[in-house]
């Protein structure tokens, strides 16, 4: 009756230590980033010096106005992005039950099929619905274009946990719900992470779009100076996202890596 202890006892410490399993490298590629996004920008604002801006383009093409903007631009991707993690991954997890198995091809296809959507033709459609112009159809749209990364990247880190370690978790004793929070879940972060990291990526870029329905954001100054034909202008607004981009990924790359450390 006594043989069973050091089986349940090896299966407890193969549980405890299943998140300490991998060893994660640090991400050379995360120093570019920032680099590249601080020497474009240098560049880029360098050129706009030497070609110099008239009135019109110092009137939006100035700290403070840019100031605005980029404060208006991270509120809509940081909400944006926060409505995807509170949809998409309790939904993952719910899908990826054996129970929900069924509806996890249909789930993901249809988040798919939103993904397809071009983001500007979704942020005109929603603009025509009850939610209208402004921030709230903005946040929904951006919100619906990057909802299958971190979808797909839940279900998929948490089908690739080991079952020896999920059987061995239930073996002493956890119920479904203690495996999924102290097994499974700390193993799969680092995937989920991966896919928050995408749908952050994604929704700067998207979110200059957002100018369109009066939700304001960095693509305000980028439409106002393309309908005023300042090509400077133009090009000064548009090198601020893309660097904003760079910097955003940058700092999700960080986290990733944090995170991929802490659970390897």
Do not use: C
Request: no cysteine; charged share 15%; glycine share 10%.
């Amino acid at each position: 009756m006594s043989a069973p202890a050091p089986e349940a006892a090896t299966d407890a410490a193969e549980v405890e230590d299943a998140p300490r399993r991998v060893r994660r490298r640090f991400d050379r590629t995360l120093i570019a980033n920032p680099l590249i996004a601080v020497i474009g920008l240098a560049v880029v604002f360098a050129y706009a010096m030497s070609q110099g801006l008239d009135d019109v383009e110092r009137s939006v093409i100035n700290p403070q106005a840019l100031g605005t903007r980029l404060w208006e631009h991270l509120v809509l991707t940081g909400l944006s992005t926060l409505v995807v993690i509170i949809i998409a991954i309790p939904a993952g997890i719910a899908i990826s039950r054996p129970a929900a198995r069924r509806i996890q091809r249909p789930v993901l296809a249809f988040t798919g099929f939103m993904q397809a959507l071009p983001a500007f033709g979704v942020i005109v459609l929603l603009a025509f619905s009850p939610l209208g112009l402004g921030l709230t159809t903005a946040v929904v749209a951006l919100a619906l274009a990057a909802l299958l990364p971190v979808l797909t990247n839940t279900v998929v880190g948490l089908q690739q946990v080991d079952r020896a370690l999920i059987e061995a978790a239930r073996g002493i004793g956890m119920s479904a719900r203690q495996t999924l929070f102290r097994v499974e879940l700390p193993l799969a972060t680092p995937v989920m992470v991966a896919g928050v990291r995408v749908a952050l990526v994604l929704n700067v870029g998207t979110a200059a779009l957002a100018t369109f329905i009066g939700a304001g954001g960095l693509g305000e100054p980028i439409k106002g100076m393309l309908e005023l034909g300042r090509p400077t202008g133009t090009l000064v607004a548009a090198a601020i996202v893309a660097a904003l981009a760079l910097i955003v990924d940058w700092l999700a790359g960080l986290a990733e890596y944090m995170v991929g450390r802490s659970a390897g």
